[in-house]
């Protein structure tokens, strides 16, 4: 475990550069290289640090608009950038969540000791947070899954993104990029120009993480029953994962997961809720986590 020396890449947003500017960069071992967590906030006695794992195609930057306002909630944040995604390396093998449980909890490990966690997941993340407690479950004393795909309600995929790599002209590429946001992560298109839109192209560079077929499958509901602390799940109400079947999550987790203790749905949100809709999910998360 080491303090981190590089830099955050280049391309990172400007509007983002002064958050990441506060952060305390630690490193563990990951492949080749390293695992990057990103340090926000002060360790309280009697407070289970905060570990966000953002999604597929991410960064510590899905969290942008959560980590000030969880960290002035009295918060200590830990953000990594998952084996493969922004600064940190490719996992030792293989290419899907289940390559990243050991990196995960080596880290976890070398960071916090015994201490458990406050673990959130979302999306790809939350997938990888439930491998990981179904492996590990001593490693959190909660856990809260945000958008989380896996769960078999879906008989097939709901939406459909474009490929952009092969495209030469950069308007092109950004023309697919508002595209698949539009797609799979935000229900208001509003929200797409801007932020939304300058995340998610730097995020998209820095992917190495191509075959993800996990998501497709039940393997989270699968898990859920070897995850012996509380879990909570939030989701935006049009989530473009599930759709007209958003309504039977809640029996999924309940059947799934043997300490369930509720499901909260954000109105207006689609599926990268905490970013939508901040402060409702602010108050789901903090109401998941007293």
Known sequence: MSAALSAEPADLPAQVRPLAALAERRTTPCGAGDLVW???????PGV???VLLHGGSGSWTHWVRNIEPLAAAGRQLWVPDLPGFGASTLPPSGTDADALVEPLR??????????PVDLVGFSFGGLTAGLLLAAHPALAQRLVLVG???????????????????????????EVHRHNLAALMLHDPQQIEGLALDLHVANMQHDRMPSRRLSGTDILARSLPRVACPVH??????????????????????AAAPDFR??????????????ERPQAFHAALLAALA
């Open 148 to 174: 989380a795909p896996a769960m078999g309600v879906v008989p097939r995929r709901q939406f459909e993104l474009q490929a952009w790599r092969h495209l030469v002209d950069p308007q092109q590429q950004l």
């Open 233 to 254: 799940a939030i989701y935006g109400r049009h989530d473009a994962l599930y759709r007209q079947y958003i309504d039977q999550l809640e029996g999924a987790y309940a």
């Open 38 to 44: 990103h340090v926000w906030g002060a360790a309280r």
């Open 48 to 50: 289970a640090p905060l």
């Open 106 to 115: 080596a880290g976890l490990q070398a960071l916090m000791g015994e201490q």
């Open 262 to 275: 509720g499901m909260a749905l954000v109105d207006g949100a689609g599926h990268w809720v905490q970013f």
